[in-house]
Each structure stands twice: as structure tokens, then as C-alpha cells.
């Protein structure tokens, strides 16, 4: 079972929308998760939750609505619609950028994203936008580079020091880690960003409450 802090196979699914006026009450901790069209977004979701929550597509451009999970009352997560797919039409393009647009600005119990790139293919524009945007608005990403199954492990390495170093310069709070929802690579330290978001910094917990108090 995985070793984390929040039991996030306990998610449910809340609500579709399909704009940010649609969402859950902008209150508690929200984190959300980004990323271009097919980069795996659901099934990451799916393969932290360990349930078939978000729906999954061998077609990009399968998550049109911003889909709502909830953990507790206050918190949740997000599987965002997909950007930099090419084949959606433009009318549909438009209305999917404004809703993610809004949601990324507005959205005020934001505290983390979850930025997701295949492994072969990183650091497109749009990602670059989106992790600027991110840095500057002082909200914390956790870039996960997806289908790491597809490379070896020497390739795999090789990316995650590139993608680490391209962002170093950004001087933001920044975390990069390979991630396969195929093989659970990256699955505990997604967890545990994770609960670092949601609950804070592990030293900042109460003791446990068998521990004797000090006298
Ligand atoms: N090999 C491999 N394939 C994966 C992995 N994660 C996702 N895929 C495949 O990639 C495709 C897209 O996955 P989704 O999770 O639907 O991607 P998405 O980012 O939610 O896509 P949109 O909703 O269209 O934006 C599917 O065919 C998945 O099976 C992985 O870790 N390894
Ligand atoms: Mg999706």
C-alpha cells in the first residue's frame, strides 16, 4: 500500500465543469493537475488514487472538463483539460483555454500543480508558459515526467538531470520526477509532494499521540 500521509485511494469523484463558475465552493486546498493533450494527466490521477476516477484516452484531447476529486471537505484534486493538442477546433480550443486560463487565475485554493510532460518530449511552450506562470504567481510545481516506462533507465536519468537543470534558472519551488502510471515509478514521490501540500512540511505534524509528553 502506499506509504503516504493522505489515504488517497479514499478520492471521489465530485463534479464536471465546465468552467471555473460550475467548480466546488474556492475554499480549502486544491491541487491541480496540468499538462498538454495525452501527456497522462488521468492516468496519473487514476494510478495515485488507485481507482478508475478519470477517464483515460488513447485520443488527446479526452478530458474536456475541468473534473473535480475530493479527498475531504477540503481538499482536492484536479484533472484539467489538455493543452497544445492541434486537432481540436478552434471554437472548442478557444472555450477550453479561457476555462483553464480562468481556473489558473482565479482560482484561489490553488496550491500546487502538478505539471505532466512525456519523458521523450518536454518542456514544450506551453509548459514552459505554464511553469513561468506558475513561478510567478509563487505556486509550487511539481514537474513529472510521464510514460518513463518508454525509456531506459540511462535515457531516463539523462532527461530528468535536463529538465532539472533547464529549470534551475527559474529559481522557483521546482521538483522534477520521472513518472510511469504503467509501472508506479514516481508514484510515492508524487504522495508525498503531495501531502506536503495539502497537510505542510513533515516536522511541521503534531507528534504522534503515543508518544509520552515531556516533562
Ligand atoms: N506507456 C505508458 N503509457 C501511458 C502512461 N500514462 C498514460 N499513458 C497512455 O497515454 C495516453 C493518454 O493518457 P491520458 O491519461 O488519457 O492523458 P491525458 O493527459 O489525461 O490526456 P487529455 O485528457 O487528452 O488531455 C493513453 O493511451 C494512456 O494509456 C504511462 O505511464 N506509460
Ligand atoms: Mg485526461
Known amino acids: 500500500m502506499l506509504k503516504s500521509r493522505i489515504k488517497y485511494n479514499t478520492a471521489s469523484f465530485v463534479t464536471s465543469a465546465p468552467d471555473i463558475s460550475r467548480l466546488p465552493a474556492d475554499t480549502g486546498i486544491e491541487v491541480a493537475f496540468a499538462g498538454r493533450s495525452n501527456a497522462g494527466k488521468?492516468?496519473?490521477?487514476?494510478?495515485?488514487?488507485?481507482?478508475?476516477?478519470?477517464?483515460?484516452?488513447?485520443?488527446?484531447?479526452?478530458?474536456?472538463?475541468?473534473?473535480?476529486?475530493?479527498?475531504?471537505?477540503?481538499?482536492?484534486?484536479?484533472?484539467?483539460?489538455?493543452?497544445?493538442f492541434a486537432k481540436v477546433p478552434i471554437e472548442m480550443k478557444k472555450k477550453w483555454q479561457k476555462s483553464l486560463g480562468e481556473y489558473l487565475q482565479k482560482r484561489q485554493s490553488l496550491k500546487g500543480i502538478v505539471v505532466l510532460m512525456d519523458i521523450r518530449h518536454p518542456l514544450k511552450d506551453l509548459d514552459r508558459d505554464l511553469i513561468d506562470w506558475a513561478v510567478g504567481s509563487e505556486i509550487p510545481v511539481l514537474a513529472l515526467l510521464t510514460k518513463a516506462?518508454?525509456?531506459?533507465?540511462?535515457?531516463?536519468?539523462?532527461?530528468?538531470?535536463?529538465?532539472?537543470?533547464?529549470?534551475?534558472?527559474?529559481?522557483?519551488?521546482?521538483?522534477?520526477?520521472?513518472?510511469?502510471?504503467?509501472?508506479?515509478?514516481?508514484?510515492?514521490?508524487?504522495?508525498?509532494?503531495?501531502?506536503?501540500?495539502?497537510?505542510?512540511?513533515?516536522?511541521?505534524?503534531?507528534?504522534?499521540?503515543?508518544?509520552?509528553?515531556?516533562?
Open 42 to 84: 488521468s492516468s496519473a490521477l487514476n494510478t495515485l488514487t488507485d481507482q478508475k476516477l478519470a477517464r483515460t484516452s488513447k485520443t488527446p484531447g479526452r478530458t474536456q472538463l475541468i473534473n473535480t476529486f475530493e479527498l475531504d471537505a477540503d481538499k482536492r484534486l484536479i484533472d484539467l483539460p489538455g493543452y497544445g
Open 149 to 215: 516506462d518508454k525509456l531506459k533507465q540511462g535515457a531516463r536519468k539523462a532527461q530528468v538531470l535536463q529538465v532539472r537543470r533547464e529549470l534551475s534558472s527559474l529559481d522557483g519551488d521546482i521538483t522534477v520526477h520521472a513518472f510511469s502510471s504503467l509501472k508506479g515509478t514516481g508514484l510515492l514521490e508524487v504522495a508525498k509532494k503531495l501531502d506536503e501540500w495539502f497537510l505542510g512540511p513533515i516536522e511541521a505534524q503534531a507528534p504522534e499521540s503515543d508518544e509520552q509528553p515531556e516533562d
